[in-house]
């Protein structure tokens, strides 16, 4: 089982923004125990501490306000880590893992400041299928790929994205297209968005290639 913390905000360049903090059920509940004492505000500390005495695996920056938020933010980047690693220091194996995640939570509210979450995606799904595939970037980084479909398209589908809101949680899923606007989505990115892809994009755009062509080469129908 595990515990989820989601860094989130309202205010984002785009609307409401978020990014999970998903670790081991323990993990959660010792990190964030470690978490209330380096609080400047009572009123959080007192919320986070009866929300771990209850139980909940679960907790939402947005649950305080804008003010309270930064104040947990504050924390975490700034004396988080140390806490964790005195309490729980290296070599210890778990330890240090428990010391990596933390590392992790700290990158994610880095860009919670910076504006830039990782908290849009491309879901690969067709309907009534179970499984999908997932490629995660920014909102920016999903709206280029967007508007970079939609230049290489026909004119029809290309209206189709261009209304497509850049609202949450799924940015823009294959489940919502036929299956020839699906082939035609995928070849215009294997084709044209890849190639478009500025220096700083280049990476994350080939890994959503690559999620793209296995997601296809796996499902025949696409693929005629």
Known sequence: MSGTFVVDREDGPHGYEGEMWDVPRYVF????????DQLRDDEVSTALREL???GY??????????????EVVRAIR???PAA??????????????MGEMVDDLVAITDRWLAGTLVSATVRFERPGERGFEMWEATVAEVGWVRDALARHVGEDLAATLAALPLRGP???????????????????????????????RRELIAELVRVATEWQAARPGLTA
Do not use: I
Not at 29 to 36: A, E, I, N, T
Not at 172 to 197: M, Q, T
């Open 29 to 36: 509940f010792r990190v964030l125990d470690l978490l209330v």
């Open 57 to 70: 695996a679960w907790l939402a920056l947005t649950y305080y306000t804008p003010e309270q938020g930064a």
């Open 78 to 80: 700034e004396d988080l």
């Open 84 to 97: 964790v690693r005195a309490a729980y220091p290296p070599p210890d194996p778990h330890h240090v893992a």
């Open 52 to 54: 771990l005495d209850g």
């Open 170 to 200: 799924d940015w823009l899923s294959f489940k919502d297209f036929s299956e020839d606007e699906v082939r035609e989505l995928l070849r215009a990115l294997r084709e044209d968005v890849a190639g478009e892809a500025p220096a700083d």
